[in-house]
T-cell receptor, first 117, second 115 residues
Framework: AQSVTQLGSHVSVSEGALVLLRCNYS??????LFWYVQYPNQGLQLLLK??????LVKGINGFEAEFKKSETSFHLTKPSAHMSDAAEYFC???????????????FGQGTILTVHP | EAGVAQSPRYKIIEKRQSVAFWCNPI?????LYWYQQILGQGPKLLIQ????????DSQLPKDRFSAERLKGVDSTLKIQPAKLEDSAVYLC?????????????FGEGSWLTVV
């Protein structure tokens, strides 16, 4: 079974400050890891994903995340927050498990990011 | 490229009534997913199709929920009878196939309120 824990349901930063959203996963198989963003009244948009290869992954809108197997983590960062980054962020994991149901995403509970002027 | 289309966007029904949601995935995508997102929680998979076959429906409340993808393209999710706890956003998503690591694209969701 796979699971995702996002530490902190709400994160508040000032505009221009570092954004750090934490994600830890549990998986019995090599994981594929994703970050999605959800703006109010909209669906989920992919920010970035890790499948194989380089553990530092760059995504859209200046976000990046680093896969750390030893820490079972996939934290999302952005050097300088912008007002438009205010949204809810979801970490998710997928991976072949028992030969069935692979491809599906298991999500964390989400982190709401607030950006103050 | 057109995204995942869903309708209706918003629906309010009384408990014990029925409701149906429609989804048209991205053209050429073999895998289609229905997720349920309750307010304050992450999305939870209800059912996954590969073409017109069901891959995973382990978390679908089969006494009241049903879904079909008869021709392997668009899909319908039905709830009958609805309960108050079914109030949620129903997200349809699609991907090229069910290989792990494929990007899954989401629609804007169908918002259901049961009163």
């Amino acid at each position: 079974a796979q699971s995702v824990t996002q530490l902190g349901s709400h994160v508040s930063v000032s505009e221009g400050a570092l954004v750090l959203l934490r994600c830890n996963y549990s998986s019995s198989v090599p994981p594929y890891l994703f970050w999605y963003v959800q703006y109010p009244n909209q669906g989920l948009q992919l920010l970035l994903k890790y499948t194989t290869g380089a553990t530092l992954v760059k995504g859209i809108n200046g976000f990046e995340a680093e896969f750390k197997k030893s820490e079972t983590s996939f934290h999302l960062t952005k050097p300088s927050a912008h007002m438009s980054d205010a949204a809810e962020y979801f970490c998710a994991v997928s991976g072949k498990s028992g030969g069935t149901s692979y491809g599906k995403l298991t999500f964390g509970q989400g982190t709401i990011l607030t950006v103050h002027p | 490229e057109a995204g995942v289309a869903q309708s209706p966007r918003y629906k309010i029904i009384e408990k014990r009534q029925s409701v149906a949601f429609w989804c048209n995935p991205i053209s050429g995508h073999a895998t289609l997913y229905w997720y349920q997102q309750i307010l304050g929680q992450g999305p939870k998979l209800l059912i996954q199709f590969q073409n017109n076959g069901v891959v995973d429906d382990s978390q679908l409340p089969k006494d009241r929920f049903s879904a079909e993808r008869l021709k392997g393209v668009d899909s319908t999710l039905k709830i009958q009878p609805a309960k108050l706890e079914d109030s949620a956003v129903y997200l349809c998503a699609s991907s090229l196939d069910q290989s792990s690591g494929n990007t899954i694209y989401f629609g804007e969701g169908s918002w259901l309120t049961v009163v």
